[in-house]
Structure formats: structure tokens, C-alpha cells
């Protein structure tokens, strides 16, 4: 997508607000033409050659009018300028959110989040600047127009001089286009550096304390703003310039009007009213010279943004940017829990019979705070209800299916098998990863993913979730193929604690939740699992405690529960945790296995982890190296067969004891 059509799809995207937004600029730059006018009558009317007879005060009265019109006129300009351009920046920054949110979560931006909110913020200011002049240079152009028009009419010669250094503005603005291109680039370039850097280092400033390195950190930062400083320097320099080549001209010019204006006067073929409207209109006609050149130069510098925006969007096509969307993300006002059982009347491949279903449905509606029972029984399942509520694939392939469905989060099938077949990731820039997992998981099963330091087990989940790119290999959900695991593994499916729990500055109640509406006691319930009901006492505020940026008044085991509590509170069919229990201490972390199985002894879990707590209770065990599995088996299986399970099963005791 090239800078035309980026603008265009902008400006297409509410072309009516656009229209409008134009033609009430257009009034207002077409307006000066009456006052314009009325003061040439003005100054004829002085020296006695006005052909109009409304005398000195009549003009006066005319000229106040025209002006309380322009300035009423200017208000509705702003109100429409307001109401489409924040509009295009709102698309823009909702796109992109949008965009981000869907990505693998684990490289869901290409950089720092600091240069990313520069993005957010920066190039979409830009574009929607470029956008928001057009109406302008169109009014400003229709001025010129009619301005020209009359101005010619009265003296063509000295028009041509009044209009003379717009092609000077033109020439220099584009012979300038490489050049301010690339100052703009690098400019914005060395911005983003500057707050990502600011970003790493608030993230960061306990390592930089206990590491001593607050003299290199801030020299590194300096370094960067003094890049900074030099390339926005000469970004500024370039559009000074220009614009003082767009004023100038117009100056040049003016000088060239008196200059001609006293010897046509003298010759009395050029009126002191004839002189008024030149000089009247010029001061327009500057406007416009320097209107079109900022035009151009924004424009330049919106094709900057469109490419850094592009980046940011890490191979989509670039008309995501302009996809036209509803602002609001999401429009939620029903919460609705229900039991489905979704039953083929027919299975695919049997042309007499059309595929049909039926839904079993016993559950609670929830709607603005009450419950009402939506009932139960069975109803036929038609193709277009499966398609709204997300079933699609169940449907399609006519499976019998039981699961919970949840009007927030859609339908889950209970869990009775996951396949993974020859599941491989591998990192662009460092070509390491998996290669060639092979394993299964059965309802209610304790699987742990084993295996030495950097042996893949991190990238093995995450693969499987959904949380990396695709890579090769095949996902299935009771036999059916997961197309998107991005998608497909989330609550009530799938629910999911990384290996560093990332938290809000927030109560604890709102980072457990996440949003979630609270259901019935379901938040004790995971509190309990996450054997947090003890802390939560502790805590001055309870659930209400706000615990600070990133959890940082919680300790490290704190911080891990809260994730797990966070996981728990979704009721989902297969739990993944990654090495949860690295801060926790073997009696937590054993009361926590325990309490997640009386609560959901039905419950699937994938954990990784080298702790003997969870290897002992484990049903399967993986054990990775070097991205690949090295070994399988239970425990004592393991202890006979595999040197690196012997290891890590020996290592973990000579740790603990
Ligand atoms: N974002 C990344 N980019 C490039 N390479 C990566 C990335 N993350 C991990 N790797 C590499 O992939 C390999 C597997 O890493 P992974 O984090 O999956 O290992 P792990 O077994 O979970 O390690 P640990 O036990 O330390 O958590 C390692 O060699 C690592 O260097």
C-alpha cells in the first residue's frame, strides 16, 4: 500500500464525516473573498470611484458581518475537523491494538514497549495530520481558484506575480522530499530509542542498582538523546528551511506588487481599491503557499509513519491500518453459563440428510447483575447458531460433544485427548527451538515437561498454545485439528501461567480476574487452590490491596500463586503451568497439586518442571534435550532409563537437602 492509497482508505473510512469536514473548510477559506471585495469598494469609495453606493458606514457594517460569519464558520470548521480526524486516530491506534492483541503473545511486538507506544502515539499523530490538511490544501485550493479568477480580471500581470512563488514553493518542496524523508526517519528513529530506552530502565532499575550500572545505563541513555538531539535537529533545520522559502517567496512577491502597483496607479489603470484587494488577498494567498507546502512536507512524512507502522504490524499487510472497524473493541453487556451438548443428527459425507444438531442447554444467564434460568432441554442446533456461537468446527464435523459454554469466552468441548504430532518451532535468529514433538494427554492426567537448561521446554508450550508462530506439525483437540492455537487454547479450553507472571499495578482482586466477571464464590475457590488464603489475610487491603507496578510488593512465591489463582479462576479444561513452582517451597507447591485435584479432579495439566514434587505425582513425563524428547515414562521408568532424568531427579534432591 502505497502513501495515496494509505490516505485514501483513511479518508474513506467515514467519507461522509470527511465530505462534510471539506465542505465547511472550503466555506471558510472561500469567505475572505467577500471582505475581500468589500474593502476594495471601501477604499474606492474614498477616492470616489465605487460603483457600489452603500457609503463608508454601510461597508464598515458589511465588513463587521463578514467577519462575525468567518468566525462562527471556523467554530463548525473545528467541530467537524474534530469530530473525523480523532476519529482516524482512534481506527488507527484500535487497528493496531487489535492487531497486537492477536498476535502469538509471546513476540506480539517486533520492539521495546517503549518504541512501541512512539508508534502508537507518534505515527499515528502523523498520518492523521496528513489526513486532516487534505480538507485544507482542497478549501485553500478552491481560494486561490476564485481569488485568482477575480484578481486576473482586474490586472493579469501583477496576478502572475502574486501566484508566481507557488511554483517556487512546489520545486522546493519536492527537491526537498529525499532528504526531509530521510532526516524524518531517523529523527523518529532516535525518538524511539529515547523511550524505549526510558521503558527498559523503569523496568529495570532494581538490576541496574544491584549491578552498579547507573553510570553506564545513564551514559548509554545520553548517548541516545545526543542522537536524538542531532537528528531532530536536522529534521528541524530541513522544515525551517523550507518554510522560510515558502514565506520568503511570497515576500518577494509582495515587494514585486508595490513596485509595479505605484507606476500602474500613476498611469490610473489601478484603482487604491484594486490595490487593497491585492494586498487583501495576498495575505491569503501566503497562507495558502505555506498550507500547500506543509501539505506536502506532512505528507512526506505520513509515507515515514505508514512504513514504521507497517513494522510494527511484523508482515501483515499494511491494510490492517485502515480496515474498516467499529471503534469500541468489544461490546459486552450478557454473561451467560451454560452446559451444551452439541449432537449430530447426521454425519458428514451422508447426502440425504442435511447436517443438524441438537443443543442441550442447562445453565444461568446473567444479564445486568441478575440470573434467570435459561432452562433445560433439547433444541434443534441450526448451522448459523453454531457459527455465532463460535462452534463452527464442532458442528462441521458432526463430533459429540459436551462442554461448558460461556457466552464471554465461547464453547468449550470437555477435554478427552490432545495430540501432538511432530509439533517443531524453531527462532529465526537463533535457529534453536523443537523439533519433532510427539505426545498425547488424557483427561485428567498430570503430564511434567522435563529436561535440562534451555532444553526447549518454555518454547514447547508456548508452540502448543499458540504463544510462537506456527511452526510444523499438527495440534488435535478429542481428534479434531486445532487450526489457530492462538485462538483455540484460551479460557475455558485452555488456561495458562508462564514462567514469569506478569501483573498489574492493581488491586489483587482486578489482576486475578483479569476483567472476569465474578461468579458465585469461584475467586475463593481459586484462591484456595493457589494456597493464597493465608496471604490474602495478610495483606492490609485483602483482595483490595493494590500491589504495586508488577506485583512488586508481593513476593516472588506471591506473585507466582496470584498468576496460578489468576489461571484457576477460569475453570478450564487443560491447565499449563511453567515452572510455577521454582518460588515456591515443596510443602506450598504440594498443597497446591493437591487442592487442584480435589477441586477438578477431571482436570488436564501440562506443567513444567524439575521439582521432584511434581515429577513423583506426574502420570507422564517428557523429557526434552536439546529440543528434542530424549525420554518418556513415569518416574521410576525413568530413573532406570534416562541419564539426564537421573540427573535432574538426583540434582533436585542434592538442592533441596
Ligand atoms: N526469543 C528467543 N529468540 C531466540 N532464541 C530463543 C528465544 N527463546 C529461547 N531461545 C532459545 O531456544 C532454546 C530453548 O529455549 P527455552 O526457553 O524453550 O528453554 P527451556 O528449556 O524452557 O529453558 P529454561 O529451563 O531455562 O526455562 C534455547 O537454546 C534458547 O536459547
Known sequence: MNTYQYLWRLIMYRPIRYLVNAIAWTVIYLAPIAPGLITKEFFDSLTGTSALGYGVWGLIALLMAAALGRIMLIVIGFITDVNFRFRMGMLLRRNLLEHVLKQPGAQAIPVSPGEAISHFRDDVD??????????????????ALVSGYILIRIDAQMTLLVFMPIVLVITAAQLATVRLQKYRAASREATSKVTGEISEMFGNVQAIQVAGAEKRVIARFSSFGDDRRKAMLKDRLMGELLDSVFSNSVNLGTGLILLLAGTKMRAGTFTVGDFALFVYYLTFVTQFITNVGKFITYFKQMSVSLERLTFLLQ?????????????????????AVATVSVIPLAQKGRED????????????????????????????FSADEAKEKGLEREYAVGAKLEGKFNQETGFAASLQRLDVNGLSYAYSDTGRGISDIHFSLKRGSFTVITGTIGSGKTTLVRSLLGLL??????????GVPVEDPGTFFTPPRSAYTAQVPRLYS???????????????????MALHAAVMEFDVAQLPGGLDTVIGP???????????????????????????????????????????????FQRRSDATCLVVSHRKTALSRADHIIVMKEGRIEAEGNSEELLRQSATFRELWYGDERHSS
Open 506 to 524: 492493581d488491586t489483587l482482586r482486578n489482576n486475578i480476574l483479569l476483567g472476569q466477571a465474578e461468579q458465585g464464590d469461584s475467586l475463593q
Open 315 to 335: 508482515g501483515a499487510s499494511a491494510k490492517v491500518l485502515t480496515m474498516v472497524n467499529s471503534l469500541h473493541l468489544k461490546v459486552e453487556n450478557k454473561v
Open 353 to 380: 440428510e442435511s447436517l443438524g444438531g441438537v443443543k442441550r442447554v442447562e445453565g444461568l444467564e446473567r444479564e445486568g447483575g441478575s440470573e434467570v434460568k435459561i432452562g433445560q432441554g433439547l433444541e434443534r
Open 126 to 143: 502523523q498520518s492523521e495530520e496528513a489526513a486532516s490538511w487534505s480538507v485544507d490544501v482542497f478549501g485553500m485550493t478552491c481560494f
Open 469 to 478: 508462530p506456527k511452526g510444523e506439525g499438527t495440534i488435535a483437540w478429542n
Open 550 to 596: 508488577r506485583g512488586v510488593k508481593l513476593s516472588g512465591g506471591q506473585a507466582q500463586r496470584t498468576a496460578a489463582a489468576r489461571m484457576l479462576v477460569r475453570d478450564a479444561e487443560l491447565y499449563v503451568f511453567d515452572d510455577l513452582s521454582s518460588a515456591l517451597d515443596v510443602e506450598t507447591e504440594q498443597k497446591l497439586w493437591e487442592r487442584m
